[in-house]
């Protein structure tokens, strides 16, 4: 976009946000109530030691804030650490698939006067502070001056800094301004030899040289970060560090203020480096525009999330917000629209998109930005495998199971085609479409969403009895059947779940067509989640149909619904057990020595169960024996022998899993339950109720952290879990 068209999209904007209207009248100017505080209800404090991320498990220890898709965020400095002050901590910066951090604090402002350099803590210490869609830094500097430092991102590239200095004395003051940083390197070869610094005519920038580490740091050499002053500046830099200097003082009268304001931008291309130049140029035009429309749409997101969401646990609701919007990352790569990856703070969920958490996020953030819902389900179907497919033409329709912004060609490690994901696809259609109102996106999904289906029943029916196997796909990293295994269990999402143990007698089967070509592979047990997700797949798809006017379509898919259901209702439902549970392919017998999975309660949530197999499901989900932890619903029950409180899916508490246990009970009229057991969720799930992070998952015995903080799905579906809806 044109810099003269940014303006005038912007000016539109404001315009119709009533940001720019005409002036009001007095009675009009009656100031309403103050709203909500929602000021750090997550801690953003903290300041990186090493450019590599990591407390010894890959995460993060510093939580960082994004906005707008950017491909690099930021931190608040802790309260003492006086050398981070004036600056923002980092950037955090994507190197294409890999978080690392550029600097402690790439650009921290001083000022002077008189040839002296002002105490930024001269005044008391200072506050830092984080709010929706904006990090704040307030520094008293004594003797009548105040600085104020808000960051906020103006594009899907650049944040935009403001630096506002204000005089409360009684005379004027003169001020110089200037800004330091230096390089945060990594330490080994190459990636340590990658960034450098360089002057340029309005600030300061850093290139980076071409770096092909697949597991670790991923560059093409053109990729770029600069630092754009609005005031004209000069600029030195003496090895890993520089120095700029405002080339005018400014003087401020008693009362008066003066803003100074920059950008700090990272492009992955020359073409983004040229285009994000132009966009630079118009925000630094109107920063105060920039300002504006930032925080209307800031506003208009905290409304979406808190709507219905009771008074005590509105902060959790935007803290999900905020989780979701650092998370989201603009179309760059292969990522061909605008998505939501998994966790920016955990260096293997940092830059790619998973399929199913695709399909759950979308829901959760529909609530309030339902264009982003679309485009982030539109990131995944892109990559839809076409009937015309030269590589494989067997999977058409398939739907892989992550992207990243770099494919297979480019040299990605992380992007996978072995296995597909639960298909919960048309379910996020619906629910983006109840938010939006966007029939045209019905259109546009419906036949993907029908060849999806075909692809299910094609590529993962083996006895072709209308019941589905996971499986995997025709992959050469597919070569032995225990790698087919692992892919299988992985297309479940539930990786390492009891039920899926090769010791438990888990195998795989060949899945041919009728001329014998090879089109896949089955495990070999029909999964109790997996049809009870395609049949409500199928009635969501006669929704859709039947909204676009498709009627003969919106009744096939009804019976095909109906007909998957009573499957499931009358072979994997064990009434000895209570409990619904995979069945063996051979011989259909539910596989109940493998213990209880929360996947038995999956039945409830898409309607499958009978009333009197909804009512014995309930009793496992309320038992403390069971299901009903101090953290409710473990992946495992608590009485299985395989049950394990911290082994990702052998017991960890996920919340996607709550959100269908939670929905199920509300479904069959056990809403009291569902109250009870939600607010023993959030109640003892560490950090959900103060300032930590949402996490991956939680120790269902002691309600402890564990895996990736930061954690999207998680946050997407704690906003329906909050209003109950779910």
């Known amino acids: ?75 608040l400095p802790e309260n003492g650490d006086t050398d981070a002050y004036g600056g923002f901590s980092g950037p955090l910066y994507i190197a294409q698939e890999y978080p690392w951090w550029l600097s402690k604090s790439f650009s921290r402002i001083r000022l002077t006067e008189r040839g002296n350099t002002l105490d930024l803590a001269g005044g008391g210490e200072p506050r830092f502070t984080s709010l929706p869609g904006r990090l704040r830094q307030s520094y008293n500097l004594g003797r009548g001056l105040r600085l104020t430092l808000e960051l906020r991102f103006a594009t899907d590239r650049s944040a935009l800094v403001r630096a506002e200095v204000r005089n409360t004395g009684p005379a004027p003051r003169t001020l110089g301004a200037e800004w330091t940083g230096s390089l945060l390197r990594p330490a080994d070869r190459p990636m340590r030899d990658a960034p450098s610094l360089t002057a340029t005519r309005s600030g300061v920038g850093v290139g980076f040289a071409k770096v092909r580490e697949t597991w670790d740091y991923l560059t093409d050499g053109t990729e770029r970060f600069d630092v754009t002053h609005k005031e004209a500046v000069r600029t030195t830099v003496d090895g890993d560090t520089y120095r700029t200097e405002a080339v005018r003082p400014v003087t401020l009268a008693p009362g008066r203020s003066h803003s100074f304001d920059w950008t700090e931008s990272y492009t992955f291309t020359a073409a983004e480096h040229t285009e994000e130049r132009a966009r630079v140029r118009a925000v630094l035009a109107r920063p105060g525009a920039v300002v504006s429309a930032a925080d209307t749409r800031w506003r208009g997101y905290v409304a979406g999330v808190t709507r219905g969401v009771p008074a005590d646990r509105r902060r959790t609701a935007v803290k999900s917000l905020e989780t979701l919007v650092t998370n989201w990352r603009s179309a760059a ?172 007698g888990t195998g795989v089967v060949a899945n041919r067509a009728a001329d014998g070509t090879l089109l896949g592979h089955s495990l070999t047990q029909e999964s109790v989640d997996l049809n009870a997700y395609l049949a409500a797949d199928q009635g969501y798809l006669a929704r859709i149909a039947g909204t676009l006017g498709r009627t003969a379509d919106a009744e096939r898919w009804k019976r095909r619904s109906a007909a998957t259901s009573a499957a499931v209702r009358t072979t994997m439902y064990d009434p000895a057990d209570g409990w619904f549970h995979d069945t063996a ?55 299985s022998p395989y049950f394990s409180p911290t082994a990702y899916w052998r017991g960890p508490v996920w919340l996607d899993q709550a959100y269908f246990a939670l929905g199920g009970l509300r479904r069959y009229g056990y809403g009291k339950d569902a109250d009870a057991l939600r607010d023993r969720l959030v109640t003892h799930a560490a950090g959900l109720a103060g300032d930590g992070p949402i996490m991956e998952n939680y120790d269902p015995t002691t309600g402890a952290p564990l895996n990736a903080p930061g954690f999207s799905w998680s946050a997407a579906l704690l906003l329906p879990i909050l209003t109950g809806d779910e």
């Open 333 to 504: 790569g292969q990522i061909k629209h605008d998505g939501i990856t998994p966790s920016i703070s955990y260096k293997w969920f940092t830059g790619g998109i998973w399929a199913w958490d695709t399909w759950k996020q979308a829901v959760g953030t529909a609530r309030f930005a339902p264009a982003l819902a679309e485009s982030q389900i539109r990131a995944m179907f892109d990559w839809q495998v076409r009937p015309d497919s030269t590589t494989r033409p067997q999977d058409a329709g398939m739907i892989p199971d992550v992207i990243f912004y770099n494919d297979p060609s480019r040299g990605g490690g992380n992007w996978n085609e072995r296995n597909s994901k639960p298909p919960l696809a048309a379910w996020a259609v619906w629910k983006v479409y109840e938010k939006s109102g966007n029939r045209a996106f019905l259109r546009e999904m419906y036949p993907k969403l029908a060849a999806y289906q075909s692809w299910w029943y094609r590529n993962r029916d083996h006895d072709r009895d209308g019941l589905a196997e996971y499986g995997a796909t025709v992959d050469a990293a597919n070569d032995s059947p225990e790698q087919q295994r692992l892919a299988a269990a992985w297309e479940s999402g539930m990786d390492n779940a009891p039920r899926f143990d090769a010791a438990l």
């Open 585 to 639: 392919l051979d011989t259909g017998a539910p596989l109940t020595a493998r213990g209880r999975g929360i996947e038995g309660a999956v039945p409830l949530w898409t309607g499958t169960a009978s009333g009197a197999q909804a009512r014995a499901v309930r009793d496992r989900l309320t038992g403390p024996a069971e299901f009903a932890t101090t953290v409710p619903f473990p992946t495992v029950a608590k009485s």
């Open 1 to 75: 976009m044109t810099a003269h068209r940014y303006l005038g999209a912007l000016t539109a904007l404001l315009l119709a946000t009533g940001t720019l209207a005409v002036p009001q009248t007095a009675a009009a100017r009656t100031r309403p109530a103050p709203p909500p505080s929602y000021a750090d209800v997550l801690d953003l404090h903290g300041t990186p030691t090493t450019a590599q991320p990591g407390d010894g498990d890959d995460n993060n220890p510093v939580t960082v804030f994004a906005d707008r898709g950017a491909w690099h965020a930021y931190a």
